[in-house]
């Protein structure tokens, strides 16, 4: 199969509109939202030195936080404020998705608007500026008629700047919930659809292309003092806005919002749950991508309305608890205390996707490792690998103080890529998760854990406060209750991870329902 | 003096920091009279000028202008009637050559077509050609040409009174004379009051009515050239010295009666 033939392309295709919409809606009204404030911040403090100096420092230091820090900060700020409103004025506001994404990328594009508007502005002849003023001109017309068009060229090239910057980074803004290009490459890298990243890169690319020329246009307009070449560039951009917002309109706003985190297993069972929704009758949408501590607050908000979560990661981050407890317990206990948030746990799948420690099978009959106590024998001379938050986790902390397991050397991996490292013998231990399909194909070994250190991790399925009582909901759910065992879970990852057509995410769910539906 | 006074200078003084720009000046300007403030850099001739339509604020002293204390009128509006031409042009290089001259009665309200009107009389004025001239931008002009440009933006709202900041001091020799020439005669023709700063003597003489010498800010002396070459002073007799030794020089080494 070609890559041109690859039907991928055409699934990503249909999602264009959507994510494109999204993404132009956000990096527009956030570019909107940056001039409105830094142009006139520029234009107040181009006399002023000190103001000026700290207001470019402030905003150098915000261009040194990393664009994806910077976004998802955003987040708790906004629902610190959002619970502040609701305390003193009553009312809310929602702080996922596009709020926190716009707030953030508005404040990402201040930096090159204010430089380049304060560096224009500086740079005109301080004779002209007299002449101005001695021709009869107040500040205001001396502003508008005289430093505004002399420097427009320099402050253009700064707007210019941070359009590219904005639409760049706004790829960013899936994990916070904000629909955007970045939906193709975050779903990409995390199921090795590379078609899905690729797209993504080349459709955020163009649109930033474009909306830069259309900028350059309406730049040489103004400067030529032509209206047709001005008029030209906005009609463009007010196209692109306008283009945008069709689709969305025509949507409806009442369907049910499935989210899921950004791991493979997460997108085909948020597909997977779209599709019974659907099947029952019910319009559903999957919100994918969101970072895992931003996806249980945008469900207790009403943000999305269900996911699948998993009971230790809950009973560790959201119970605060260290205490380890039997499956069955656990997820008794967890239901009662997310009750009392309103939030409810429909039930277990019936997989477990828990951390493990997984080493190639042939190299542990060699060492005669099985668990994790005999691991510990030899980890010293070994080295493990995790993911990014693995070894800032309480599990970690409890497999060292239970084992007494001290490595030799410990790295940090994007979770897919972790599998290959250890099986090609890069890293000698990794981190891994037991659902995971790669264990078999690979063939490693997850080993036991006989002092239950870590803590159980059932897949649970929850629903968001002002669903509690929807029954259509629930019946649509129950079906997939209990259905989905580890080695069902651990197949249906392994297509997901595959690089061909079968492996996308809506058709591993298809799969996955075939497989599972009829028990 | 006899006839009104267009600007009149009391006692004026004005520092920036510890030195004294302009240190208790006082000079008094008769309507229709042709002014030329004469002094070397740093003398303080062109704050003295600024004070008139107040784009430099004085510290102490009155300014009047047309029988008005500056201070009592609004200083937009002073220096929209009052004519202003700036050392090498100071035209805005975004406009082209009509909406530079233009731009005071513009300012003033007035309707386009007034404007367009005002414009090519300017422009026949200064004797710059309407159709070659009127929509380039000032870095088509010759140097000579943006100053002429200058000139008719400074009288386009029909000023009564034309400041000059050494209007003529980055020309050629022929282009300046012409041009002093030239405005000399339209100082005559339009009835002016002009205060021209220059740094040339000899510019001086051959245009003004009246010159004041400045020097550290204080006024060394005024009066006609006549008046001036009895004056006691050394700087001021050095100041008329340098053009009569040109003469001197020129008369001695250019054939009389030849072809210049």
């Not at chain 1, 605060?320 to 009750?339: G, M, N, Q, S, Y």
């Not at chain 1, 940090?412 to 890069?426: H, N």
């Not at chain 2, 031409?85 to 009665?105: K, R, Y």
Request: charged letters at 20%; glycine letters at 8%.
């Amino acid at each position: 199969m070609s890559l041109f033939t690859d039907p991928r392309w055409g699934e990503a295709l249909s999602h264009l509109p959507d994510y494109l919409g999204n993404h132009v809606r956000v990096s527009l009204a956030a570019l909107a939202l940056g001039l409105a404030v830094s142009l006139p911040l520029a234009i107040l403090t181009r006399n002023r030195p000190a103001p000026r100096g700290i207001l470019l420092a402030l905003a150098s230091i915000v261009q040194t936080v990393p664009g994806l820090a910077l976004l998802a900060l955003f987040y708790p700020l906004l629902l610190l404020a959002a619970s502040v409103t609701l305390a003193w004025f009553g009312v809310s506001f929602s702080a996922f998705g596009f709020l926190p994404a716009m707030l953030a990328l508005a404040l990402y594009s201040m930096l090159p608007v204010l430089r380049n508007g304060i560096t224009g502005l500086n740079g005109i002849d301080p004779a002209l500026i007299e002449a101005a003023e001695g021709v009869g001109m107040t500040a205001r017309q001396s502003l508008l008629i005289v430093e505004l068009p002399l420097a427009l060229p320099v402050m253009m090239a700064g707007i210019r700047t941070a359009a590219v910057w904005v639409i760049g980074t706004a790829t960013l803004s899936t994990p916070i919930g904000q629909t955007s290009l970045g939906n193709y490459i975050f779903a990409g890298l995390q199921t090795q659809n590379w078609v899905f990243v690729l797209f993504g890169c080349v459709a955020s690319a163009l649109l930033a292309l474009a909306v830069d020329q259309l900028l350059g246009l309406i730049e040489s307009g103004l400067r030529r003092r032509s209206r047709v070449r001005s008029g030209l560039g906005a009609l463009g951009i007010a196209a692109l806005v306008a283009a945008t917002l069709v689709p969305t309109m025509g949507r409806s706003s009442s369907g049910y919002v499935v989210g899921a985190k950004t791991f493979a297993e997460q997108y085909v069972l948020s597909a997977l749950m779209r599709d019974r929704l659907e099947a029952a009758g019910l319009s559903a949408a999957a919100r994918s991508g969101l970072g895992s501590s931003v996806i249980f607050g945008a469900l207790k908000a009403g943000d999305i309305d269900l996911y699948v979560d998993y009971s230790g990661t809950l009973w560790a981050n959201q119970l605060h608890r260290t205490d380890i407890k039997p499956r069955a317990e656990l997820v008794a206990e967890l239901k009662t205390a997310l009750a009392k948030d309103d939030i409810t746990l429909l039930g277990e799948l019936g997989f477990e996707n828990a951390y493990a420690l997984v080493m190639p099978r042939r190299r542990a009959d060699a060492l005669g490792i099985r668990t994790v106590a005999d691991l510990a024998a030899h980890s010293a001379t070994l080295s493990i690998a995790g993911d990014y938050e693995f070894f800032s986790r309480p599990e970690w902390a409890a497999l060292q103080k239970a084992y007494g397991l001290q490595f030799r050397a410990q790295r940090q991996m994007q979770p897919d890529f972790m599998y290959a490292a250890v099986a090609s013998g890069e890293v000698d231990v990794i981190a891994g998760y037991t659902s995971d399909g790669l264990i078999a194909k690979y063939e490693l070994t997850a080993l036991d854990d006989p002092k239950r250190a870590i803590p159980p991790y059932d897949a649970i399925l929850l629903l968001a406060p002002n669903r509690a009582g929807d029954a259509r909901l629930q019946a649509a759910l129950k079906p997939l209750l209990g259905k989905i065992d580890i080695a069902t879970m651990r197949e249906a990852n392994l297509r997901a991870s595959g690089n061909d057509a079968n492996s996308s995410p809506d058709a591993v769910a298809r799969w996955l329902w075939e497989k599972v539906g009829g028990r | 003096m006899s006839s009104k006074l267009a600007i009149s200078y009391q006692h004026v003084t004005k520092r920036f920091g510890s030195l004294a720009a302009v240190d208790n000046v006082s000079l008094d300007i008769a309507e229709g009279e042709f002014v030329a403030v004469v002094g070397g850099s740093g003398s303080g001739k062109t704050t003295l000028l600024r004070l008139a339509n107040r784009l430099i604020e004085a510290d102490s002293g009155t300014i009047t202008v047309e029988g008005e204390d500056v201070r009592n009128v609004d200083p937009v509006a002073l220096r929209r009637r009052v004519g202003y031409v700036f050392q090498s042009g100071g035209l805005f290089p975004h406009l082209s050559v009509a909406d530079n001259i233009g731009i005071t009665p513009k300012l003033l309200g007035e309707p386009a077509a007034a404007v367009a009107g005002r414009v090519d009389e300017l422009l026949e004025l200064v004797q710059l050609d309407r159709a070659t001239h009127r929509d380039r931008l000032p870095e088509a002009l010759s140097g000579g040409e943006r100053q002429r440009v200058g000139v008719a933006r400074a009288l386009a709202a029909r000023p009564r009174i034309v400041l000059m900041d050494e209007p003529f001091g980055a020309l050629d020799p022929l282009t300046r004379d012409a041009l002093g020439d030239d405005y000399r005669a339209l100082h005559r023709k339009l009835g002016l009051t002009t205060v021209m700063i220059t740094h040339d003597m000899t510019e001086a003489i051959l245009l003004a009515d009246r010159i004041a010498v400045m020097r550290g800010g204080r006024l060394l002396a005024q009066g006609t050239a006549a008046e001036l070459s009895s004056s006691s002073d050394d700087y001021v007799l050095e100041l008329l010295r340098t053009p009569r030794r040109q003469v001197e020089r020129l008369n001695a080494l250019l054939p009389m009666g030849g072809a210049a």
